[in-house]
């Protein structure tokens, strides 16, 4: 159970407490429909109906009813939490590493992982906003509750959602720029995407040059929309594939096991406190290596 809090300023006063909580708290309909199943709407501690009008200085309290758990294998490992309050989390994530188990993986992912560090918090639910591939490093977001991941859902596509990834690109790229190339899937590939400029769904990733060494490039990434892969198909489509993308690009045995693809930042809003996270995470090591000179750490 999720419980939302608000006191009711002079300029709310007045209104019926249904578009008050579905506006100002950001409760879905669907999640506003259910309270009254369980008396979860109340007023300075008493139960009201939806029309209830409120007035100055009334606290409104919300309890919202959770998402059952799925059936994850909890695991004890690594979680590199970087961020943490009751409603989110940020996790640094290393690679290779897969985000979410499945039924071909049901171990040894990160969800399994997240699942052994939170075995303690009843019908905890991974629920990751952004999704990294298995080879990818870095930052990502993660909500402790519905009501936390429908409001980021909702933030992820927009200026106050931003990701930005470090990748080490092949060749000499200069300056900045934006890729705006239309992506869709290949048939009959199971994750495999390409630039089609007829059909594609818009993607677009806007590109800043950091660094430049021999046989390759440190680029700067923010992503306006998330198409999967996207940044791997992009670098490709330009002829700058990211380091050991064996999708997309070159494999090279003297390579890292992953391509070089780190998710450096995340800045959002918080979904409840309206205050600004603005969390980093520098190139790892290996992917270090990999730009100075070409090789393994």
Aim: aromatic share 8%; charged share 25%.
């Amino acid at each position: 159970m999720v419980k939302l809090t608000r006191t009711v300023t002079e300029a709310d006063a007045g209104r019926k407490i249904k578009y008050f909580v579905r506006g100002e708290m950001q409760v879905s309909y669907r999640q506003f429909s259910a309270l009254k199943m369980y008396d979860g709407l109340s007023v300075n501690g008493n139960v009201v109906h939806a029309n209830y009008i409120i007035q100055p200085g009334d606290v409104v309290c919300v309890l919202l009813e959770d998402a059952p758990r799925t059936a994850v294998i909890p695991e004890d490992g690594p979680v590199n939490i970087v961020y943490e309050d009751d409603d989110i989390f940020i996790i640094d994530k290393t690679a290779p590493l897969s985000c979410q188990a499945s039924s071909k993986h049901p171990e040894g992912t990160l969800e399994n992982r997240v699942a052994g560090r939170f075995r303690h918090v009843e019908g905890f639910v991974f629920r990751p906003l952004n999704r990294l591939d298995k080879g990818t490093s870095g930052l990502m977001c993660a909500a402790k509750h519905a009501h936390a991941c429908q409001i980021l859902q909702k933030q992820l596509h927009t200026p106050d959602f931003l990701r930005e990834y470090l990748a080490v690109a092949e060749g000499t790229l200069t300056g900045s720029g934006t890729l705006d190339y239309p992506m869709s899937k290949v048939d009959d590939a199971t994750i495999r995407r390409f630039v089609d400029f007829e059909n594609g769904r818009r993607a677009v990733t806007h590109y800043t040059v950091d660094e430049n060494h021999e046989g390759y490039s440190l680029v700067r990434l923010r992503l306006e929309t998330g198409r999967t892969h996207q940044i791997r198909v992009h670098l490709s489509h330009i002829g700058h594939p990211i380091a050991g993308d064996f999708l997309y690009g070159n494999e090279d045995a003297r390579l890292p096991e992953r391509f070089a693809l780190h998710s450096t930042r995340i800045r959002l809003v918080h979904p409840i406190t309206s205050e600004v996270i603005d969390i980093t995470s520098p190139l790892p090591p290996d992917l270090r290596a990999v730009l100075e000179g070409g090789v393994k750490p």
